[in-house]
Nanobody, 115 residues
Framework: QVQLVESGGGLVQPGGSLRLSCVAS????????MGWYRQAPGKQRELVAT???????NYADTVKGRFSISRHNARNTAYLQMNSLKPEDTAVYYC?????????WGQGTQVTVSS
């Protein structure tokens, strides 16, 4: 079965950086689009960034210029490099992919930006 496992979240001060990782299994990783979403308390889950199998990236306006999504196909891993973090980036971050007409989500990793 498809599994997505995130890691790399934590507590960071405003202006700091974190790198999230998402390891995928049970999926043909090199052909799927990978995405990162986030959900803050009391808010809907929102798109953060996506990267296609060909390496084309897309970002939410709120993170453009600060976050960078990438993938390493040989490692079945997607990354989200987050720089210049702000308190409003605090959320649970989820990895996502769509494979064979089904959506798959990781368990989420908490990112807290606070002094």
């Amino acid at each position: 079965q498809v599994q997505l496992v995130e890691s790399g979240g934590g507590l960071v001060q405003p202006g700091g950086s974190l790198r999230l990782s998402c390891v995928a299994s049970g999926v043909s990783f090199n052909i799927v689009t990978m995405g990162w979403y986030r959900q803050a308390p009391g808010k809907q889950r929102e798109l953060v960034a996506t990267v296609t199998s060909g390496g084309i990236t897309n970002y939410a306006d709120t993170v453009k210029g600060r976050f960078s999504i990438s993938r390493h196909n040989a490692r079945n891993t997607a990354y989200l490099q987050m720089n210049s973090l702000k308190p409003e980036d605090t959320a649970v971050y989820y990895c996502h992919t769509r494979f064979l007409l089904s959506n798959y989500w990781g368990q989420g990793t908490q990112v807290t930006v606070s002094s």
